[in-house]
């Protein structure tokens, strides 16, 4: 049962750090595809939405060639900073970034294409620089749809299997996580411990959306356009 | 006051704003019928757009000038908008839409201190209120004192009565009347009416279809 | 109405294709992962002498067995170990007058083509430059439970459990030795040949390693029992067994 809570614990605080760790570059690539019109854009959005439209295994077996010891990032890593990805818990927490990271970034572009312009141009006449204007005054009036992508994201991150199960494998202690382990469950017939998992797994996704929703509740009454 | 609008040029939807007057009063008009390019021509001054080509000068300051490829940011140029949406930010209290470009190094009791434009606008006691709660004359006192909360050296006016009925203008005139008395910030107000400029301003300059039709002294 | 020339092309040459692509049986065989090239050679052999067509899935024979249970339309079982086919028999899902086993095969420790690393005893695996080995999953993947077995049996296994990458089969195994994202890995010896990125390390003398055995059976509830009842006898027969002992298997003695 121990054994079981380890899972558990691992998946959630993996899913939780990479859904804050997307969030910087989330949130840019959000802002930048909602405000601007750039050359290359609809490379950038075609881009960032791969992830979700791939089948996972295939994003997955990009991840390994690219964090393996012999990859582009991997090589590095292993080479000079000793630490290896592949096969690792940084293996899962890649996986879940880069699948989940789609999520966010559509959530959050709308929400900041919703924000009334006005607004920010008013808060530069006002003398705002443009950090200020994006956390004073972008970022709170966009804060239901990045709340809602973050949940996303993360329940996302919390299902993640077909990237994971190729570049980090399922590595009891090391890099099982919720989804993988229920397969291994299934896998050798042990249908009462896939089912428990089965069932946290719904229960914690069940959490995640419900604190969203309620946090959303929490900030009713705001709205985009001026009276 | 000075203002220079030097060939200014912007494409909009149906014609080119096209613009090139001097304007030396203390509160000018710019009116026209609706269209006319009137906000697009604040937009330029408050540097929120970017024209075809435009000296726009305040002073001895030089804010626009694509001659030379400069272009001062609308943070750094002191220019005060009361839009006509009046865009008070919706998440913010009063108060913080009030402080939110305060420049809070002023002593207290100067002209443009917190105090003091919340007493000459009565407002004082819409402080703590959220912004939904206001009623629409005092939402144009509270977008007008945010401007004036950050001591500019030029305030525009979008149609700051338009949608009012005459009871609610006639009781905000004095308030503008009272701005342009008790701070001495050169204004520029747009309207589409003739009348509500005839008591405050001393220049009218009228604008259709993107080009300049009359500039009258009216103290004349 | 008028249908143009190209058309009634494009219309000929469907049926042609249709025509074509229906077979006269298709045998559906569920086989380990090591016997992937072995296995699809036999077939294509087969398929030219008579008219059949083979239909495989390769994988760890513990997700077939578990795929069988849930249904799949299979014909033939052929799985790495006994175990798997035991599961299968003891829920009733074999035909057991047609199972047999003549196929056996040996454990090998490979290292990258490349690697420097000195690994020429089982006891090496335990050094601190070997970080991570790879088994087939030690739990059910046949490969992963010899290769368990016999490391117990050396007393090598508490000290390696930790370092082990559990992959879903026996040639997934291989492929992480061929990346270099693990140092070593236990496989079979016919793995091992296929591939040039690994080289064998130690062979494990068949007298040391574990009892091998690929077991083979037509399903209770094959599709086409009669295709393939006659699939697993040229299975068994001495073409077949030449093709296996090409890829390194060790065949045992024929049945008559």
Redesign the interface.
């Given at each position: 049962m121990s054994q079981e809570w380890q899972i558990v614990w691992f998946t959630a605080w993996v899913s939780a750090l990479s859904t804050v760790l997307i969030l910087p570059a989330g949130l840019a690539a959000a802002w930048l595809l909602a405000r601007h019109d750039w050359p290359g854009k609809s490379l950038a959005e075609t881009l960032v939405t791969l992830p979700l439209v791939m089948p996972p295994v295939a994003t997955g077996l990009i991840l390994?060639k690219a964090l393996?010891?012999?990859g582009v990032l991997g090589g590095f890593f292993h080479d000079t900073l000793h630490l290896?990805i592949?096969?690792t818990w940084r293996a899962v927490l890649a996986a879940q970034a880069v699948m989940s990271f789609p999520l966010l970034v559509r959530s959050a572009r709308t929400a900041f294409a919703e924000v009334?312009p006005?607004?920010e141009?008013?808060?530069?006449?006002?003398?705002?620089?443009e950090w200020q204007v994006f956390f004073?005054?972008t970022v709170?009036?966009a804060w239901r749809g990045i709340i809602g992508g973050m949940i996303l994201a993360f329940a996302r991150a919390l299902g993640e299997f077909g990237a994971t199960?190729m570049v980090a494998?399922?590595?009891?202690g090391k890099t099982a996580t919720l989804s993988l382990s229920i397969y291994?469950s299934?896998?050798?017939?042990q249908d009462a411990a896939a089912f428990r998992l089965l069932g946290i797994s719904v229960a914690l996704a069940f959490v995640a959306v419900w604190s969203g929703e309620w946090l959303m509740r929490r900030r009713r009454?705001?709205?985009?356009t001026?009276? | 006051m000075k203002l220079l609008l030097r060939n200014i040029s912007l494409p909009l939807a149906d014609f080119v704003l096209e613009v090139n007057v001097e304007l030396a009063s203390q509160v000018t008009a710019i009116v026209g019928p609706s269209g006319a390019g009137k906000t697009s021509l604040l937009d330029l001054i408050a540097g929120l757009r970017r024209p075809r080509s435009a000296l726009i000068q305040l002073e001895e300051r030089v804010l626009t000038d694509t001659a030379c490829g400069l272009f001062l940011p609308p943070r750094s140029r002191e220019i005060g908008y009361v839009p006509q949406d009046l865009a008070l930010f919706p998440h913010l209290p009063v108060r913080k839409n009030l402080l939110y470009g305060c420049k809070t190094s002023l002593p207290r009791g100067s002209l443009f201190s917190y105090e003091h434009v919340v007493a000459v606008l009565e407002i004082e006691r819409l402080a703590g209120r959220s912004v939904t709660e206001l009623s629409g004359g005092e939402k144009r006192r509270v977008a007008l004192a945010r401007a004036l909360l950050t001591s500019p050296r030029l305030l525009l006016l979008d149609e700051p009565l338009a949608g009012l009925d005459a009871a609610l203008k006639a009781r905000i005139i004095p308030y503008l009347a009272r701005v342009r008395d008790e701070f001495q910030v050169p204004m520029l107000y747009v309207s589409h009416d003739r009348q509500e400029v005839q008591a405050l301003c001393d220049e009218v300059v009228e604008l259709e279809r993107g080009q300049v039709r009359s500039q009258a002294n009216q103290k004349a | 109405m008028r249908i143009s020339a190209g058309f009634k092309f494009f219309l000929c040459l469907l049926l042609v294709a249709c025509a074509r692509n229906v077979p006269a049986t298709s045998v559906t065989v569920f086989a380990a992962a090591s016997l992937t090239d072995s296995v699809a050679k036999i077939a294509a052999q087969y398929e030219r002498a008579t008219h059949d067509k083979i239909v495989f899935n390769f994988a760890g024979s513990s997700l077939l067995a578990r795929q069988i249970e849930e249904g799949a339309p299979a014909d033939i079982f052929f799985s790495a170990d006994e175990a798997q086919m035991d599961r299968l028999q003891n829920k009733g899902l074999i035909r057991v007058e047609t199972r047999q086993s003549r196929l056996s095969n040996l454990l090998v420790i490979i290292v990258a083509a490349d690697s420097s690393l000195a690994i020429a005893v089982p006891r090496d695996l335990t050094n601190t430059s070997v970080v991570r080995v790879a088994l087939a999953d030690p739990q059910a993947v046949p490969a992963g439970v010899y290769a368990r077995e016999f490391l117990r049996k050396e007393n090598l296994w508490a000290a390696i459990e930790p370092k082990v990458v559990p992959t879903a089969n026996v040639r997934g195994a291989l492929a992480a030795v061929e990346s270099g994202d693990v140092e070593a890995a236990i496989v079979y010896k016919t793995d091992a040949a296929i591939s040039k990125k690994v080289k064998i390390a130690f062979e494990v003398p068949r007298a040391d390693g574990p009892k091998i055995s690929y077991p083979m059976a037509v399903l209770k509830d094959a599709p086409e029992p009669s295709a393939a009842k006659r699939f697993l006898q040229y299975l068994n027969s001495p073409a077949a067994g030449k093709v296996f002992a090409q890829f390194g298997f060790i065949v045992l003695d024929a049945a008559p």
């Open positions: 390994l393996g010891r012999r290896d592949a096969f009334n006005r607004f141009q008013i808060a530069r006449t006002l003398g705002a620089g004073s005054i709170p009036l199960i494998g399922n590595i009891p291994e299934v896998q050798l017939g009454g705001l709205y985009e001026p009276p | - | -």
